[in-house]
C-alpha cells in the first residue's frame, strides 16, 4: 500500500438490523494527514444524517482502504481477466475434441476459439464490461 491509503466512509443501516442500506458518503486514496485535519467535518456530517434520521445506524469508518477502486481496480481486474483468459485460451487450442472421432465438436470448439480471442482483444483494447467501484460518493444531501 502506498503512503496514501485511507478512506472514509458513512453508511446508513436499516433501523432493527446491521445490515448496510446506502454508503452515503465514500472518499478514496486520502494521506493520513488530511483525514486527521478533516476528522471533525465528516463526524459532523454523520451527525447530521443521525439527527435527521435518529433511528438509523450511522457509521463513520475513518480508516485503512484494502480494497481498490477506479482505475486501480480496472487495472488490477483487467490483468486477471486477460490472465484467465488467454489460458482459457491456449487449453481450447491444445486440446483436441475429446471422444470426438469424427470432428463434429470442431465447429462449437473454433466458437469458443473466436469468442475468447474477442473477449482478449477487447480487455487490450481497454474495453470493459464489468463493475467499477467508485472511488467518491457524495449523497450526504439526500439524507439530510
Known amino acids: ?18 445490515i448496510i442500506e446506502d454508503v452515503i458518503y465514500y472518499r478514496y486514496k486520502m ?6 485535519r478533516w476528522k471533525w467535518y465528516f463526524e459532523y456530517l454523520a451527525a447530521l ?19 481498490k477502486c477506479g482505475e486501480d481496480y480496472i487495472t488490477e481486474k483487467t490483468i486477471s481477466l486477460l490472465k484467465h483468459k488467454r489460458g482459457a485460451l491456449r487449453k481450447s487450442q491444445r486440446e483436441a475434441a475429446a471422444g470426438d472421432l469424427f470432428g463434429f465438436g470442431e465447429e462449437d470448439r473454433q466458437k469458443k476459439i473466436d469468442a475468447l480471442t ?14 467499477v467501484p467508485p472511488t467518491y460518493i457524495n449523497k450526504v444531501k439526500q439524507w439530510v
Open 1 to 18: 500500500m502506498t503512503e496514501e491509503s485511507t478512506a472514509i466512509k458513512i453508511s446508513v443501516s436499516y433501523p432493527d438490523s446491521h
Open 31 to 36: 494521506s493520513v494527514d488530511f483525514a486527521i
Open 49 to 67: 444524517v443521525k439527527v435527521k434520521h435518529p433511528r438509523r445506524h450511522v457509521i463513520l469508518f475513518i480508516g485503512r482502504q484494502d480494497v
Open 118 to 131: 474477442k473477449e482478449i482483444d477487447a480487455l487490450e483494447n481497454g474495453n470493459i464490461n464489468f463493475y
